[in-house]
């Protein structure tokens, strides 16, 4: 089925808005025969990426009768995948592993634990990286990359001499020195670039520079320098720790599969309504009950609501009683992350083993190889600045596009190319994202973090660009929708055992004991 979202282009079919995903919920609206308007479910939970798909599936699967509200038509937000011509295209978040803890437990819940893909498979004719560095070229073996890349990635965050493997042991807790949380989080990736940079030659330079406008999608001076030693950190203090985990392996039955599974599992449980192309206007808590309205105006009511509504769209629902002030400062200043992600397929199988980096670049500042078309083309995924930026492209030109592949390419190779195929979809246009994945400014961490975690009377947050740990990443929607959802249902049961005073015998809607 076809979903609005994402665009394809061929040489003979031209640019097309729509591409197709088992993501899609047909029919968009399942209410239970028994719900009237008067209804109270036990919560709501807006949004149906991996935080909302989450906390849905725990609390329909422990008894609380749910209503999930999506404005898109598919499952998945910021993570789907399009299936085009037998291969899947990850639009948004791809590459998981077993190193991270809370989508590895789904994805060998729903038994995907061999549905493998690795990316940048060695062995194709174009076996090395090109580097691109101030319009200088060179071609280095993967190897030798990832020493480049890594050295220059430990200067940068080995910011206290001992790679932060002391006074930051514990990616996923909250119990550092705030002081020196403070300290960092003071600092831009400019400022720290700035610090370093003297200790490397112009190529190192230009390739840690593409490397961390990969990271952030934004300028270094408005990405927050402690995101990054986070970042360092999750991948286990090493210099190539994270892009091992995080740019590894992804599921070679696509992201929508796992949505799905998790979806299914939540309308089993006959405690599930959903109601997709739904976007939810304004959120109002009065005496107890949380009403929801919709753009249509719709109203529905639950004791409880779970918003996942990414960070840079928060500010886009109306809340009654207004969000707190730390709150709506948090909404405001958002996630910098606006950089561009696509999908080019080059005739043959000869660019499969082969990857780049290259800054300032001409539009992107990534390309690499991740598998074989159905056809044995070479599929890759490249990324680019912010399109509003003087190096950033509009991804409906395609001619920009083809450009920017070929600044990548080795350049005596980059007039043979033929290019299929190009996929995307434009995550900085979609209201319901206005933006990629999340990566904060300086100063908010430390400002604004537990102010976007903490409930807002019986409004509660959980959303991928807030959790502790993999903040940012598909892991970090999928632990903050479990927590966000034991919190509530532990609330709920707290209080109907206060309310009836007398023993819960069989869960309080008398379908499953919690
Ligand atoms: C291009 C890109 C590449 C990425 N690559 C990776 C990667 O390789 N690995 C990785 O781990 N992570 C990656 N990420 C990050 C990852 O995708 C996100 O962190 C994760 O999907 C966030 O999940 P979430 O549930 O918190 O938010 P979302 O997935 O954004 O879910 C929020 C949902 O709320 C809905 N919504 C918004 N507003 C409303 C409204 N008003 N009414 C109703 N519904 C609403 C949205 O439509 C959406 O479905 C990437 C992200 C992008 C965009």
């Given amino acids: 089925m076809y ?11 031209g ?12 029919p968009p609206v399942q209410l239970s025969p028994d719900v009237g308007d008067d209804h109270v479910y036990d919560v709501i939970v807006i949004g149906a990426g991996y935080a909302g798909l989450t906390a849905t599936r725990d609390l329909t699967s422990q008894g609380k009768k749910t209503l999930l509200l999506e404005g898109r038509d598919r499952l998945g937000g910021r993570t789907w995948h399009a299936t085009i011509n037998g291969f899947n295209y990850e639009m948004g978040g791809t590459w998981v592993h077993w190193h991270m803890p809370h989508i590895y437990r789904e994805v060998s819940l729903y038994g995907l634990q061999d549905d493998w893909i690795v990316t940048q498979i060695p062995g194709s004719k174009e076996d090395y990286t090109t580097f691109t560095a101030y319009g200088e070229q060179r071609n280095v073996s993967h190897d030798e990359e990832a020493d480049i890349i890594g050295r220059a990635w430990r200067l940068f965050c080995n910011v206290d001499g001992d790679d932060l493997r002391q006074s930051w042991k514990y990616p996923f807790g909250t119990g550092q020195s705030p002081e020196l949380m403070a300290k960092w989080d003071k600092l831009s990736c400019q400022d720290r670039f700035d610090q370093i940079k003297r200790r490397l030659n112009v190529e190192e330079q230009a390739v840690l520079e593409a490397f961390l406008l990969q990271m952030g999608g934004s300028s270094l001076d408005n990405m927050g320098l402690l995101n990054a030693l986070h970042w360092w950190i999750l991948g286990s203090h090493t210099p190539t720790g994270l892009n091992d985990i995080a740019l590894h392996t992804r599921l070679r039955s696509g992201q929508s599969k796992l949505h799905r599974c998790m979806f299914e599992h939540a309308v089993s449980t ?3 309504s959903y109601s997709f192309q739904t976007p939810v206007a304004r959120i109002e808590d009065a005496d107890g009950i949380v009403t929801v309205v919709t753009r249509d105006g719709t109203s529905h009511r639950a004791k409880s609501v779970i918003s996942t509504v990414p960070l840079n769209v928060l500010s886009s629902i109306e809340f009654s009683p207004p969000l707190s002030q730390d709150k709506q400062a948090a909404a405001a200043e958002g996630s910098v992350n606006k950089c561009n992600k696509l999908h080019v397929d080059l005739n043959g199988p000869d ?5 780049s980096m290259g800054s300032p670049g001409k539009g992107l500042i990534a390309l690499f190889g991740d598998g074989l078309t159905a056809a044995d083309n070479s599929h890759l995924v490249g990324f680019g600045p912010d399109p509003n930026t003087e190096r950033g492209i509009q991804l409906d030109d395609i001619e920009a596009i083809k450009e920017a592949v070929k600044d990548l390419l080795p350049k005596e190779k980059a007039h043979e190319v033929i290019f299929n195929r190009i996929v995307y979809h434009d995550w900085n246009a979609d209201e319901f994202a206005k933006g990629t994945w999340c990566y904060l400014p300086p100063n908010f961490i430390t400002k604004y973090l537990s102010a976007l975690q903490r409930p807002h009377g019986n409004v509660f947050f959980a959303s991928g660009d807030f959790s502790d740990g993999w903040r940012g990443w598909i892991d970090g929607a999928v632990q903050v929708g479990m927590q966000t959802a034991k919190q509530v249902i532990d609330l709920q049961n707290k209080q109907q055992k206060t309310f009836t005073k007398t023993p819960v015998v069989n869960g309080i809607n008398g379908i499953n004991g919690v």
């Fill in 3 to 13: 979903t609005t979202d994402g665009a394809t282009w061929t040489q003979s079919a």
């Fill in 15 to 26: 640019l097309r808005k729509g591409v197709p995903t088992i993501g899609v919920v047909e």
């Fill in 270 to 272: 006959g405690n599930l």
């Fill in 351 to 355: 660019w499969l083993s082969w990857g």
